[in-house]
């Protein structure tokens, strides 16, 4: 059955947001035949969406030096209001999350789907997003601001994640443009996590302090099939990271090449260097320059990459840490980061293919693999490696309904604090890996 909003229950919908927001326009509610352009507009340009999401995610891993299995099956609800914009300068967004248990085994807590109430597995919900939006626009240039609780993806040195819900962070964005350039930058305090509905402060990876913020900044420039990105990040006193990506997809090209290129380099602070090397993934620098190739031709789909990593740790072994701080997520396009592990180990070279193959409009299949060599503990090689199986289908007759099945084996070493776990003969001991993971997402428009 379709639903259809007036136009006075926009506005008495708009108002209820506001109620709540950190502007205070909810008087404006009631009187939608007096109010002016400037400001009906922000109430008839509002729109809600609902989104559904039912995730199933199953790991049997033995990665920590004893058998796990790990089940979470969740259902998930996402309500997302987007007003319209006040004198078409300021305006406010919010969003509503609830996850619901559906099953769940001992070790549930490893999926990220349920909240972990001391042990326990239960469903939870929170007010995910709840943030003032500000812009100005030009010819040629433009201005955006945001603050308050929001969804930050791919933005400088930080991005989130998402299980049956997203994770959001409390703070300010800025994005403005002018022609080819782009400028992005956050100050970010506190994370809710996509499996919790705690909101938390960002502390370091042994958890023994506090991190006051995040704060982060990019440089874009991207003109006829050409990209170039630099970042910046910085944990406070903890961690910070640069990064440089360089993009390339010829125009003349049939087969939709795109080739991306990139260099991300680590440097701990004070408060890092002050971490018990069992908590501290590397010493003082750490570095991981990958690329990769996709390209399409007829109905199949190809993607191959490559990456080595340098992340020295003392009688350890360490790997390129990727997130900013515990409790946040970092931005890392590498294929490096693959669905059964990291391969981010020092010393460890990382190639990774994908093949999709489209056999109808609706329906596509494919296989991903990556195999990492080079890490050597105590004189001992260290290899691993993944195959996955992934579909997805889309109905052709239900508009943003799709149902993903995806699963396969994977090799790594077992550990203990960065320390692989030895066999008698010294050598480390294998841990052998499977997962398998199923997903229907469903999303419709209210108004």
């Known amino acids: 059955m379709l639903l259809t909003i007036s136009h006075r229950s926009k506005i008495l919908l708009s108002g209820a947001i506001l109620t709540f927001s950190p502007l205070p326009l909810y008087a404006l509610a009631g009187t939608p035949t007096l109010l002016p352009d400037s400001v009906n507009s922000f109430f008839t340009n509002s729109h809600m969406d609902i989104s559904l999401r039912n995730q199933f995610k ?67 919900h929170k007010f995910g997003q ?22 930050v993806h791919q933005w400088g040195a930080i991005t989130n994640s998402s299980r049956t819900i997203p994770s959001t962070y409390q ?45 982060t900044g990019e440089l ?7 990209s170039a990105l630099y970042f910046f990040g910085e944990s406070q006193r903890y961690l910070q990271r640069h990064g440089v990506q360089f993009g390339w997809q010829p125009a003349e090209s049939e087969h939709q090449v795109n080739v991306l290129g990139m260099l991300y380099y680590n440097h701990g602070l004070k408060n890092w260097q002050a971490m018990s090397p069992d908590a501290r993934p590397f010493n003082h620098d750490a570095w991981h320059p990958s690329v990769y190739v996709e390209w399409r031709q007829n109905s199949w789909k190809h993607k191959v990459g490559a ?33 059964g592990n990291d391969y981010v180990g020092n010393n460890e070279k990382m190639l990774a293919w994908t093949t999709e193959y489209l056999i109808t409009p609706q329906v596509r299949v494919g296989l991903q693999s990556a195999f990492g060599w080079g890490v050597r503990y105590q004189d001992h090689a260290i290899r691993r490696g993944e195959t996955l199986f992934f579909s997805k289908w889309q109905p052709s007759g239900v508009k943003k309904l799709s149902f993903q099945l995806s699963g396969g084996p994977s090799w790594n070493y077992q550990s203990q ?31």
């Open 58 to 124: 199953n790991l049997n891993t033995s990665d920590a030096g004893r058998r796990s299995v790990q089940t979470a099956w969740g259902q998930g609800v996402s309500l997302d209001y987007s007003s319209g914009y006040l004198a078409d300068i300021l305006g406010v967004d919010a969003s509503y999350y609830q996850a619901f248990k559906l099953a769940a085994s001992d070790d549930f807590w490893g999926r990220s789907i349920l909240y972990n109430d001391k042990g326990k597995a239960k469903g939870f």
């Open 130 to 151: 709840l943030f003032a939006k500000a812009k100005l626009e030009g010819d040629d240039s433009y201005l955006k601001l945001y603050a308050g609780w929001q969804i």
């Open 171 to 215: 703070g300010w964005r800025m994005d403005s443009g002018m022609g080819p350039f782009i400028v992005r930058g956050a100050w970010l305090t506190r994370y809710s996590d996509r499996g919790s509905p705690e909101q938390i402060r960002f502390t370091t990876a042994d958890r023994k302090k506090q991190i006051g913020h995040l704060s």
């Open 220 to 226: 874009l420039y991207q003109q006829q099939g050409f």
């Open 307 to 339: 990456s080595w990593t340098k992340a020295k740790s003392t009688d350890r072994l360490g790997y390129f840490e990727r997130h900013m701080a515990k409790n946040s997520r970092g931005r890392f396009d590498s294929m490096a980061n693959a669905w």
């Open 417 to 447: 604090n960065n320390r692989p776990i030895l066999n008698s003969d010294g050598t480390p001991k294998r841990a052998v890996n499977h997962s398998v993971e199923f997903q229907v997402d469903y999303a419709f428009n209210l108004f």
